[in-house]
């Protein structure tokens, strides 16, 4: 599966702005286990209990967005549309 462009797709699609989307794919999913994990960033962006991984411009100046959760708003869940997609 092509990862970037999943994580890039579905993130557009649940309403994530581009610049997290971009931190999230070209810096934390690659490196997620190396470098973010058990970092205070990590351990920040649980406490304020975000529903996606911010950007660390959005994260400090407190910028969130209402992602959009597919059961709720449309009835089915679309993350398997976009895996099969990108398979």
Known sequence: MNRTKYHTEYGRHSLIPDCCIRFFV????????????????EGAIREQAYDYVPCPQCFYTNKRVKIRICMDECGHECDGEFKRANA
């Open 26 to 41: 070209e810096e934390w999913d690659p490196f997620f286990e190396n470098k973010w994990r058990g970092t205070a960033y």
